[in-house]
């Protein structure tokens, strides 16, 4: 959620930011007025009860007619301070309400429009002319079928459409992608997390995927839980509720865990292979810095994943995304898009997001700088989601008889593979 002072000193930026986000702009001047009769109701409260515990010292000290005017008071007072302090609760719960639902305030910079009207930022790496070659590049499933590493069939036979086995091969290079992107990140400074992949609903509110994204987020309604989209959820509430001394700043973690979303709205789309499924695995990055640190720890979030995508040797872009498709946590938010040959055109990889003090307020974490406590900075970016990068991993290194090179820097998790090879032909 968003500082509620700034939102009473600058309503005009929050109504700019809802209005970049294709959001509902009448919300702020609901909250607004929300806001105000609970700051009202509260004053109210006050001075009900300090006359009440006055009124309180003073009918001891009555007799006669003037304790019975008194206690027809005192009674009086009680019923206005019950209705007081029932006015100040629901005003405070209508503003809490309010302020859940609206977005992060969007940095000045980010582009404002919807899904196509990002910037492109950097392009890196060489586009493949496999024409040039002599051969017609073959997607990611039929050399998965090739290689014996995908099993698309069976997956939807156990567990139904978007679900999959990564089988042989398959398999291992999931491992490899996995023990690579964890060891990069070690090596980085971050704490290898595994993480839990059910959380309560306070984790999952605090982090911002039940409102706009509450539509692609599983629910066991038996257990009142829920199964993360990501491990950005259980590492963001990870410090749920507590105070960080400033010292241990930046605290940066990298998640593995399985990921699940139901992929709602994507009917007809990407149904073909892996690229777009409902569990998958991941290795995310995530950092707890001070407010005034997170644009450049963006960057290196950034960097890290640049660094990534370039070890992979994949053809790929980066990409400012556009102000109406952020999640709402987001102030600003990068994309790294890998190049697929057979669909032809750049499709995104990883991103990473500046959260700025969003998730620390919803989820009550803060940093003590000497004497001053404050509400934190949080980031999140991925790292390595395994089955898209097996898209691009395979697509984009293929060779003519259906083999696939293996990057170097995933060599040493392969038993020193330099090459896949088809099982069948």
Known sequence: MIDLRLLREDPDRARASQRARGEDVALVDSLLSADERRRSSGVRFDELRAEQKALGKLIPKAAGDEKAELL?????????????????DAADAETQELLL????????????????????????????????????PKDHLELGQLLGAIDVERGAKVSGSRFYFLTGVGALLELALVNAAIAQA??????????????????????????????????????D????????????????DEIIDAERLP??????????????????????GIFRVHQFDKVEMFSYVAPEDSR?????????????LTSLELPF???????????????????????????????????????????????????????QVKPLATL????CAVPRTIVALLENHQQADGSVRVPEVLRPYLGGREVLEPTAK
């Open 72 to 88: 027809k008071k005192a009674s009086q007072l009680a019923a206005d301070v019950k209705a007081a302090d029932a006015e100040r």
């Open 186 to 223: 070690t090596a980085a400074g971050f704490t290898p997390m595994l993480t839990p992949a059910l959380v309560r609903p306070q984790s999952m509110a605090g982090t911002g995927f039940l409102g706009q994204a509450a539509q692609d987020v599983y629910h066991l309604d038996k257990d």
């Open 296 to 308: 450049a720890e963006h960057q290196r979030l950034l960097e890290w994943e640049k660094q990534w």
């Open 101 to 136: 639902r609206l977005g992060n305030l969007v940095h000045p910079d980010v582009p404002v429009g919807g899904e196509e009207d990002f910037v492109t930022l950097e392009t890196h790496g060489t586009i493949r002319d496999f024409a040039t070659e002599g051969f017609e």
């Open 225 to 240: 839980l829920y199964l993360v989209g990501t491990s950005e959820v259980p590492l963001a509430a990870y410090h749920m």
């Open 251 to 272: 605290l940066r973690y990298a998640g593995f865990s399985p990921c699940f979303r139901r992929e709602a709205g994507s009917h007809g789309k990407d149904t073909r």
């Open 317 to 371: 872009r980066v990409i400012d995304v556009a102000s109406a498709d952020l999640g709402a946590s987001a102030a600003r938010k990068f994309d790294c898009e890998a190049w697929i040959p057979t669909q032809g055109k750049y499709r995104e990889l990883t991103s990473t997001s500046d959260c700025t003090e969003f998730q620390s307020r919803r989820l009550s974490i803060r940093v003590r700088d000497g004497k």
């Open 380 to 383: 999140n970016g991925t790292l």
